[in-house]
């Protein structure tokens, strides 16, 4: 680690981050990577001089504990510690991650609306004016180097980046799984199957595409442009999320094939993060069609596996409601399944996801409650299940209430339960 002070600027290269994602009340970062502390901010880039977090320093910023992120596709989350009531029980997590764009967030407050997170992502875009003023003469070269990697990152280009990694993709991927909570979200993304089965009258984050598995050749051409992509902070990077909405669907050799091409491609043996993980959706089609030869195949990749299937209900009027073409029959089936494959495997956890939200059929929730506790008699660490918020602009009071609903129904959950918040890449 090195540390220059250049005009009342401090800039520190090579941080240690932890090398494992844990969860912890305070802010974390992971891997490496370099700050430039200013009177007002403290700014953390990637290893490619990108900008990543913002910290407010002064006596505005709303938490000293909360921070900005930029993801890859250049969208900001702001890191809220949740106020008194702390968001663990509900999220798993110990910050609630705010949206800068609509998706189905239960929060009241709108971080964005603070002027000094506002003034923040102004000074970022102010930041590489004023590091173009400074004379780095003095600095030793690795320092010089990191500032102009700095430099030719400015807003502009960091959004131009931004911007091709749908068009590496051949998509844009409009939803991760809640399981890549684990990893603060931090997913090299990899798409191995577009769309999904159903087409859903309910989902708004559905592909316009119908399902079809990519070609061996195409995810190849994925990998090597995405290799480019993240240039030297692949290395901060040990997750892999394979898109779109049911890669379980996808032949098991593929998957297989996708699985070791990106492992090794993408050098996780030696990232500075450990315990690789893989998370993908499934469906209740594709986990009743997939056999025990495709779990054993799965549980030997060198990833810990995270498949997650939204069930949504065993309620056959609710799903006729979110016009979802599965049955309750099959819903059950499919949860015995995971619940089975959860006990049967080390290496997989399967989650599943259900609705949850006021004016849903009173049949609804009693279904669910009656399945879990079916498969379940006692707590089970494994098998998380997410309960997404369903609700209309005019639902405000429940919207209010719902973390009060939720701990009525994780009560009675034996299992780990949380609220799904709709994050995209
Ligand atoms: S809920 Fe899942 S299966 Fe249904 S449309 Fe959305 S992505 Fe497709």
Redesign the pocket.
Same mark, same amino acid.
Request: with cysteine; proline share 0%.
């Given at each position: 680690m090195e540390t220059f002070e250049i005009n009342g600027l401090q800039l520190t290269l090579q941080k240690q981050g932890e090398t494992r994602y844990s969860k912890v009340s305070y802010p974390l970062r992971y891997g490496r990577y370099a700050e430039l502390r200013t009177p007002a901010h403290l700014f953390q880039f990637n290893l490619n001089g990108e900008l990543k977090f913002i910290t407010g320093r002064g006596r505005d910023w709303p938490n000293p504990s909360e921070w900005l992120k930029r993801t890859v596709t250049g969208d900001w989350v702001y890191y809220s510690a949740g106020g008194y009531d702390g968001p663990f029980d509900c999220f798993g997590e110990y910050y609630i991650p705010c949206f800068s764009y609509p998706t189905n967030n239960i929060n009241s407050c709108d971080p964005f609306e603070e002027k000094a997170v506002v003034s923040a992502i102004e000074a970022a875009g102010l930041l590489h004016e004023e590091l173009a003023r400074l004379d780095l003469a003095f600095l030793s070269a690795e320092g010089r180097k990191f500032l102009e990697l700095v430099k030719a990152n400015p807003p502009a280009e960091l959004l131009r980046k931004a911007a091709t990694i749908s068009e590496i993709l051949g998509d844009s991927v409009s939803v991760l799984p809640p399981d890549t909570r684990h990893v603060d979200y931090e997913v090299i993304p990899l798409i191995v199957a577009d769309g *999904?089965?159903? +087409? *859903?009258g309910f *989902?708004r984050?559905?592909s316009r595409l119908k399902f079809k598995e990519r070609s061996k050749e195409n995810i190849e051409r994925q990998i090597k442009r995405l290799r480019d992509f993240f240039g030297n902070d692949l290395a901060n990077y040990n997750s892999v999320f394979f898109g779109q909405?049911d890669a379980l669907h996808s032949d098991p050799e593929l998957i297989e094939f996708a699985a070791r091409r990106a492992f090794e491609a993408f050098d996780l043996k030696n990232s500075n993060i450990a315990d690789p993980r893989l998370f993908l959706f499934g469906?209740v089609d594709s986990l009743l069609k997939s056999n025990g030869a495709t779990f054993d195949r799965i549980d030997r990749l060198p990833f810990t596996t995270y498949i997650n299937v939204?069930l949504e209900s065993a309620d056959r009027e609710t799903l006729g409601r979110l016009k +979802?073409s599965i049955t309750a029959e099959g819903v059950e089936a499919a949860f015995a399944k995971i619940a089975d494959i959860n006990k049967r495997y080390e290496r997989i956890e399967i989650t599943s996801n259900f609705v949850f939200g006021p004016g849903l059929p009173v049949g609804h929730m009693e279904s669910v409650l009656r399945l879990i506790q079916k498969h379940f008699d006692r707590p089970s660490p494994k098998g998380a299940v997410y309960f997404s918020p369903f609700f209309d602009a005019g639902d405000s009071l429940w919207k209010k209430n719902i973390k009060r609903e939720f701990y009525k129904l994780k009560i009675k959950i034996p299992v780990p339960s949380f609220l799904y918040l709709i994050q995209r890449l």
């Open positions: *999904c089965l159903y +087409k *859903c *989902c984050v559905k909405h469906s939204g +979802k």
